[in-house]
């Protein structure tokens, strides 16, 4: 069975740091590219980033609102997935959710946790 | 930058209609990487329908996906109370993705 599961939200205050972990198991995590994906309360999916196998280069990929303030790795020793977040703004409010890209024909979102809420607020 | 862009908005049916989504892409796009997702309140997306057209694993082919170029249609041929809820479709465009503003399904 597989398992994704988000950890790490909670209240930071504008200009602050924090870190989110996705931790998961019942898949092969160190071919998996993963993503994050965001929602905003009340508000539709926003996607936050990607971040490749190590064996496709483990580079990353971000959404232009949190380019150079947010940061994808990964620990393929812990099959744990890792955001960065730094100078957080009100608007990175949201659930985080991580997700596993699902193959290289489709490229499709398979595997969701249940989302970890950030709350930006002084 | 490629938007796609749902409708309706909100879309009021009742059990045992038919319901049509729509997606479309401010430019022609690969159906491959066309995808749509049902959120229910409270809860994660999870994965319906992928390459425009294939019914994810435990998806009820009640559920259907078509299009190409720049039209996707999501179809629920005759709805189930458990189908009102809020749909996603999201694009794969190499280095991003990108979701349409959803369709909010409800109960008439």
């Known amino acids: 069975e597989v398992q994704v599961v988000e950890s790490g939200g909670g209240l930071v205050k504008p200009g602050g740091s924090l870190r989110l972990s996705c931790a998961t198991s019942?898949?092969?995590?160190?071919?998996?590219?993963m993503t994050w994906v965001r929602q905003a309360p009340g508000k539709g999916l926003e996607w936050v980033g990607r971040?490749?196998?190590?064996?496709?280069?483990?580079?990353?990929d971000y959404a232009a609102p949190v380019k150079g303030r947010f940061s994808i790795s990964r620990d393929d020793s812990r099959n744990t997935l890792f955001l960065q977040m730094n100078s957080l703004k009100t608007e990175d409010t949201a659930v985080y959710y991580c997700t596993n890209v699902e193959d290289n024909i489709h490229w499709h979102l398979k595997y969701w946790g249940q989302g970890t809420l950030v709350t930006v607020s002084s | 930058e490629i938007v796609l862009t749902q409708s309706p908005g909100t879309l009021s049916l009742s059990p045992g209609e038919r319901a049509t989504l729509s997606c479309r892409a401010s430019?022609?796009?690969?159906?491959?990487?066309l995808t749509w997702y049902q959120q229910k309140p409270g809860q994660a997306p999870r994965l319906l329908i992928y390459?425009?057209?294939n019914r994810a694993t435990g998806i009820p082919d009640r559920f259907s996906g078509s299009g190409s170029g720049t039209d996707f249609t999501l179809t629920i041929s005759r709805l189930e109370p458990e189908d009102f809820a809020v749909y996603y479709c999201?694009?794969?465009?190499?280095?991003?993705?990108?979701f349409g503003q959803g369709t909010k399904l409800e109960i008439k």
């Open positions: 999201q694009l794969y465009g190499g280095s991003f993705y990108t």
């Open positions: 019942g898949f092969t995590f160190n071919l998996a590219w």
């Open positions: 390459g425009a057209s």
């Open positions: 971040i490749k196998s190590k064996g496709s280069g483990g580079t990353t």
């Open positions: 430019q022609s796009v690969s159906s491959s990487y």
